[in-house]
């Protein structure tokens, strides 16, 4: 599997980047391609995972912390000093199974609310690595629905967006003091 150069998973308690929350119309703009591959890009990948270890986070897209770039970074370890983050640049979604599977999620970006959501239980997925290189990953069970989750956000999808049980949502977002009015259901 691809994976980062080792990082320092250190929760920071003041981390680098700001995470947009569900009501915040960033979360919404779909992301741009990444053109060119740079230091600059490569900062701001160590941000977003400073970020996202900071926040107990197990995935971060780039337009949860209110930059427009098709970016993410998974870590499904966080607690293993030695199992380094995976970084996917531009990722696109080659194939899924058929099978799908259901499984609670949550959210950086919505803390505090956790919900069923059915997604494949498998992916193939193309994507750059911090370096530029071209890799292709097959992912399966958390890994497969954490970049999934990751991806929506590259096009303006939450996971509450995709919550089938209305009512569950409602509640679930009234007791932690979210707008049902923010979510746009996906067919």
């Known amino acids: 599997m691809p994976v980062s150069t080792t990082f320092d998973k250190t929760k920071l308690e003041n981390p680098p980047l700001d995470l947009h929350y569900l009501g915040d119309r960033v979360l919404r703009t779909p992301a741009k391609r990444i053109a060119k591959v740079d230091v600059g890009l490569r900062k701001l990948v160590q941000e977003m995972l400073q970020t996202m270890y900071s926040a107990d986070g197990i995935g971060l897209a780039a337009p949860q912390v209110g930059v427009h770039k098709q970016l993410l970074v998974v870590d499904c370890e966080p ?44 992916i193939d997925v193309a994507f750059k690595d911090e370096n530029g290189r071209p890799q292709r990953l097959n992912a399966n069970g958390l890994l497969a629905r954490v970049i999934q989750h990751e991806m929506d956000h590259l096009t303006g999808v939450l996971f509450v967006d995709r919550v089938q049980n209305g009512l569950v949502l409602a509640e679930e977002l009234r007791k932690h003091k979210f707008s049902v009015q923010a979510v746009r259901p996906v067919a």
Request: hydrophobic residues 35%; glycine residues 4%; aromatic residues 4%.
């Open 79 to 122: 607690d293993e000093p030695t199992t380094p983050p995976l970084v996917l640049i531009n990722p696109q979604l080659k194939a899924f199974s058929r099978e799908v599977c259901d499984a609670q999620e949550g959210c950086l970006s919505i803390p505090g609310v956790y919900l069923d959501v059915t997604r494949p239980q498998a």
